[in-house]
């Protein structure tokens, strides 16, 4: 089961990734106002959650869960010479 898009995590990608909220919203393909909702643990749309989840893996940021929610950056594999 896929970890849920919390505030925590949703603010731990844009930190990540050292985006503002206008400039994390562009890359994602949503609203600013649509990232304030989830930094401030409102609730979004699934399809919308979705869509943020799945910009954010394109973006090399993980979702994680257990015992706490949150987000980690994936190293991307190194070019082979």
């Known amino acids: 089961m896929a970890a849920k898009l919390t505030r ?4 731990a990608a ?4 050292g985006k503002s909220i ?3 919203a562009s890359a994602i393909g949503v609203g ?3 990232l304030l909702l989830v930094e401030r643990g409102e609730r979004v749309r699934a399809s ?3 869509k943020i989840i799945s910009a954010l893996d394109r973006l090399g940021v993980e979702i994680v869960g257990g015992d ?3 987000a980690t950056l994936r190293l991307q ?3 082979e010479a």
């Open 8 to 11: 925590e995590a949703m603010r």
């Open 14 to 17: 844009r930190a990540l990734l």
């Open 22 to 24: 206008q400039d994390m």
């Open 32 to 34: 600013p106002n649509t």
């Open 48 to 50: 919308t959650e979705a």
């Open 68 to 70: 706490v929610t949150g």
């Open 77 to 79: 594999p190194e070019a």
